[in-house]
């Protein structure tokens, strides 16, 4: 296999996790109790993360107990409650559109963390690609408040600050990207236990179609998605995986409008065209480091 069609392989195994994680708006609002965010992202981090410990049976150890800690905090135990928190505060639209974001602090990120050269290229898609899911997304009068912004900015910052520790530590020798992945599950769980049933109870109303919704958010969209994230990580350019991130509210905004029995009008299908175009184009690296390496390739 050569590395070109690894990189591609690689980028669309990882690009099934957001793919995923754009359910989640659908799954929140149609089958969970409301009012829980602290419970729901319990529910989908802790039962997972002991799954993964249970099949793969690799708990971390020496420094890797903190770090899954942090990792597992800013992944998952902060980004969980906040993104149910933007979901119930705020049109589906408004809240994918304040996740979009998060490319573009991954690159910043990156500067300052891996020591990057900020990527201009894949800022200027992380930027089409907002714009594009804005005009997907966003509908006139759309309802906004303080709560659910801060909510959705804060989980977009949470998330990409663990993006960029994952690349920055890497995954240790021999671990699989599951048991990497319920290493932080279940630390997000352990956070999560006191704020859970302190702040939110446990719901009074968890019917068959809850448990259902609770089980598709831990595991395909918990242990399966971040198994895939992770793995992709370790082997892609952070930002340009962040960027598949993009799928995630485009995925929402199609169920969105199937549950709702909406059409897309024409600048909603532009939208689309501009934000998968994004995505794409931020996958290759800048015009001038093609030329560099077609150049060095044609030396030797």
């Known amino acids: 296999m050569t590395a070109s069609s690894s990189r591609l392989g690689w980028t669309a195994a990882a690009a099934l996790a957001p793919a995923v994680w754009g359910t989640t708006y659908i799954v929140t ?15 989908r981090s802790l039962p997972a993360g002991l799954l993964a410990l249970a099949l793969t049976r690799t708990p971390p150890r020496g420094s ?17 409650p ?19 974001v998060q490319p573009i602090v991954v690159a910043a990120l990156a500067v300052w ?11 200027l898609w992380g930027l089409c690609g907002i714009a594009g899911i804005a005009l997907v997304v966003l509908r ?6 303080a709560i659910g912004l801060a909510a959705g900015l804060g989980g977009a910052a949470s998330m990409a600050m663990g993006v960029v ?7 240790p020798q021999g671990v699989s990207a599951m048991a990497f992945a319920g290493w932080q599950l279940t630390a997000a769980g352990a956070v999560l236990i006191l ?53 995630s509210p485009l995925v929402a905004a199609v169920l969105g ?17 501009v934000a998968v175009a994004a995505m794409t184009l931020g996958q290759f690296p800048p015009p001038r480091t093609r030329d560099r390496e077609t150049a060095r390739r044609t030396a030797h």
């Open 195 to 247: 704020p859970a049933l302190l702040i939110d109870g446990v719901p009074s109303d968890i019917g068959m179609l809850a448990v259902a919704g609770y089980a598709w958010l831990g595991v395909i969209g918990g242990l399966c998605s971040y198994a895939l994230w992770f793995a992709g990580i370790r082997r892609l350019p952070v930002t340009s995986t962040a960027l598949l991130g993009i799928l």
């Open 64 to 80: 890797w107990r903190w770090k899954s800690l942090v990792l597992g905090t800013l992944n998952m135990g902060a980004f969980f």
């Open 82 to 100: 906040l993104l149910f928190v933007a979901a119930q505060h705020l049109p589906g639209g408004a809240a994918a559109t304040l996740g979009a």
């Open 113 to 123: 963390i891996l020591r990057e050269r900020l990527s201009g290229w894949r800022v």
């Open 165 to 171: 520790l994952v690349k920055r530590w890497g995954i």
């Open 29 to 43: 609002t149609h089958l969970l109790p409301d009012g829980h965010p602290f419970f729901a992202a319990l529910m």
């Open 257 to 273: 409008a199937a549950f709702a029995g909406e059409g897309f009008s024409p600048a909603q299908l532009g939208g689309f065209v």
């Open 140 to 145: 006139p009068g759309a309802g906004l408040d």
